[in-house]
């Protein structure tokens, strides 16, 4: 008898889509659009980015002339950091929250800035390696960047915020309808359920 996975039960069981939506419901009433945000999916995308900057830091630890990309990429993981914990700790047991209200807002705004910046430092490490690494830590290194910019498209998609790094066309930008029905980010060809497993989130 084969076993399956909660994942794949769900898939195959069509509450999927279900699993997701709870990671983020929009209502809109009297044209306000409110947003609720699990508090664990937050977590898991902070600790994604965390996740990413160790990964890419133990590639680039052996080479001195990649020092000052691991220096941003440390950087903005220790930003990173201080966000997620000043976001836990304020969350608590929480299990939801409304992205409408201004001081939630700011600490998710927080978290997302701080997963921006570090793409960015991860994506400036890779683009300014040259011959300085091989081709299999490129690669590594290059799957752990894919992984992250899904993760942060995914994120911006279900804020509502748009991706001015996202290829533009349709259906090159991921829309909160595709991250809620589990479709591949088109830029980078991965899900967010993959992203997050080869970061090491589960």
Same mark, same amino acid.
């Not at 009433?29 to 600790?47: A, H, P, S």
């Not at 001195?64 to 700790?89: D, K, N, R, W």
């Given at each position: 008898?084969?076993?399956?996975?909660?994942?794949?039960?769900?898939?195959?069981?069509?509450?999927?889509?279900?699993?997701?939506?709870?990671?983020?419901?929009?209502?809109?009433?009297?044209?306000?659009?409110?947003?609720?945000?699990?508090?664990?999916?937050?977590?898991?995308?902070?600790?994604?980015?965390?996740?990413?900057?160790?990964?890419?830091?133990?590639?680039?630890?052996?080479?001195?002339?990649?020092?000052?990309?691991?220096?941003? @990429?440390?950087?903005?993981?220790?930003? *990173?950091? %201080? $966000?997620?914990?000043?976001?836990? +700790?304020?969350? #608590? &047991? =929480? !299990?939801?929250?409304?992205?409408?209200?201004?001081?939630?807002?700011?600490?998710?705004?927080? @978290?997302?800035?701080?997963?921006?910046? *570090?793409? %960015? $430092?991860?994506?400036?490490?890779? +683009?300014?390696? #040259? &011959? =300085? !690494?091989?081709?299999?830590?490129?690669?590594?290194?290059?799957?752990?960047?894919?992984?992250?910019?899904?993760?942060?498209?995914?994120?911006?998609?279900?804020?509502?915020?748009?991706?001015?790094?996202?290829?533009?066309? =349709?259906?090159?930008?991921?829309?909160?309808?595709?991250?809620?029905?589990?479709?591949?980010?088109?830029?980078?060809?991965?899900?967010?359920?993959?992203?997050?497993?080869?970061?090491?989130?589960?």
């Amino acid at each position: 008898m084969t076993n399956l996975s909660r994942r794949s039960l769900l898939r195959s069981s069509g509450l999927a889509g279900i699993a997701l939506l709870a990671a983020c419901a929009v209502a809109t009433t009297n044209g306000v659009t409110t947003i609720t945000l699990d508090v664990t999916k937050v977590k898991n995308y902070g600790q994604a980015g965390l996740n990413a900057a160790a990964t890419v830091t133990s590639f680039l630890s052996t080479f001195p002339a990649m020092a000052p990309y691991a220096l941003a @990429i440390t950087a903005a993981e220790t930003a *990173l950091s %201080g $966000a997620l914990s000043a976001f836990s +700790s304020a969350a #608590g &047991s =929480t !299990l939801t929250i409304s992205y409408n209200d201004t001081s939630w807002k700011t600490r998710v705004d927080s @978290i997302l800035t701080d997963l921006d910046t *570090l793409g %960015g $430092a991860i994506e400036s490490a890779i +683009s300014g390696s #040259g &011959s =300085t !690494l091989s081709t299999s830590v490129i690669a590594d290194a290059k799957t752990a960047y894919n992984a992250l910019a899904t993760v942060i498209s995914v994120f911006k998609a279900l804020l509502g915020v748009s991706d001015a790094k996202a290829p533009v066309g =349709t259906p090159a930008r991921v829309t909160r309808d595709m991250v809620l029905v589990g479709a591949p980010v088109p830029s980078t060809g991965m899900t967010e359920a993959r992203a997050l497993a080869i970061l090491g989130v589960r």
